[in-house]
């Protein structure tokens, strides 16, 4: 990630936590932007492994009105893991999508637990993006903007 998406990325989250926002809402906020995208992005491989990855999306989507079992979220992330470690060589785009869909299944508290001092995931949400669609970030940007009625930043 070059620096200027670094320092949009930590604007971006400080107005977000002004507003109240919690990384519930961003988990399915960008869940919703992943399974927006996926479509126009034509992405294939085993059906198995993009059904399941497009399941964990849609699942993840529901956070910001919903919490979700500790044990459906942990039997989730460990499917999209296996489908991220077993694709990494064959296929890093599905590899890289299944990442991100693991990040979608940390609600606030797993957050709390599990961070390294970030205030949320939006870091790891765009790196790990640019991982499928290295130019990407403007389209990331311009959709959380658009999502969370961010007015006056320039995203």
């Known amino acids: 990630m070059n620096e200027l998406n670094l320092d949009r990325i930590y604007r971006l989250e400080k107005r977000l936590i002004a507003d109240g926002q919690s990384v519930n809402e961003l988990a399915a906020a960008f869940s919703i932007y992943l399974l927006s995208r996926l479509e126009i992005w034509a992405l294939t491989s085993s059906s198995n492994s993009v059904d399941l990855v497009l399941a964990s999306l849609s699942f993840s989507a529901t956070f910001g009105t919903a ?3 500790n044990e459906a979220k942990r039997a989730l992330r460990l499917q999209v893991a296996e489908i991220e470690i077993s694709l990494r060589q064959v296929d890093p785009v599905i590899s890289n999508v299944a990442r991100c869909a693991g990040d979608c299944l940390y609600d606030e508290s797993d ?3 599990n961070n390294d001092g970030d205030n949320t995931p939006l870091f790891y949400y765009l790196d790990h993006l640019e991982r499928i669609k290295p130019d990407a970030a403007e389209d990331f940007f311009g ?7 961010v007015a006056n930043f320039s995203c």
């Open 143 to 149: 959709f959380f903007c658009d999502y969370f009625n």
């Open 111 to 113: 957050w709390q637990e």
């Open 67 to 69: 919490q979700a079992s």
